[in-house]
């Protein structure tokens, strides 16, 4: 069993229920991205592919705060990593228009920072591999508010939610001696919305651009 989360006091499958129930908002956030993307005619393949990650984090973290195995722990990981990539390539195809290479030699720098960051995985509670997130939702959240007409100010409460996330994902463990549930249930409530923030910026940012992967309609 690994236990990591103040609110796990034991080894059975519900000894973590808020961690485990909370995680339903991602479900929700995939929905919401879903229904947005369709009535903006949006739904490309890889607007397709984050709706289904979306779901996917919410699977694997809901395997992990209730299993808490080494599996379960790949499994939660992962969906997160693909995601991020998967975001950080389309937009940078789509909004920023950049080609492949440039696009590939920005996730590479990502990957890198985020596998140093994987280094002290006391440090900030684990938080710490997120600090590459932080910095590329900022940087772009700036990009998009720039140059973006639609949905311009997405990206930026996005980076405002997230940073709200992995502060509560921080503290989860130094609370327990006076809030014995823990905070990190306040993460998982926080980051679905900041993903259909994400989404959001996405869809409606790149309406009348020319997307790297395309459905049979055009969009």
Known sequence: MIDLYCER?????????LNAVTNAAFFLAAWAAWSLARRAHALS???????AL???????????????TAWARVLDAVPIL?????????????????????????????????????????????????????????GLGVYHYRTQTAARRSLLAAAAVFVVA?????????VCATFPLGTHFLWHLLIPVALY?????????GASAAPPFRSNDGT
């Open 9 to 17: 006091v034991g080894p059975g499958l519900w000894a973590e229920p």
């Open 45 to 51: 393949i890889g607007t397709w592919v984050l709706v």
């Open 54 to 68: 979306i779901v996917t984090v919410g699977i694997g973290s809901s395997l992990f705060h209730t299993f808490a």
């Open 82 to 138: 693909l995601f991020q990539l998967s975001y950080l390539w389309l937009y940078g195809r789509r909004i920023i228009k950049l080609g492949a290479v440039s696009t590939a030699g920005l996730l590479a720098v990502f990957v890198m920072a985020a596998y140093a960051g994987r280094q002290f995985p006391h440090t900030l509670n684990g938080s710490l591999i997120y600090a590459p997130a932080v910095l590329a939702i900022l």
């Open 166 to 174: 992995v502060f509560f994902r921080t503290v989860d463990g130094a």
């Open 197 to 205: 923030f994400f989404m959001r910026s996405l869809l409606l940012g």
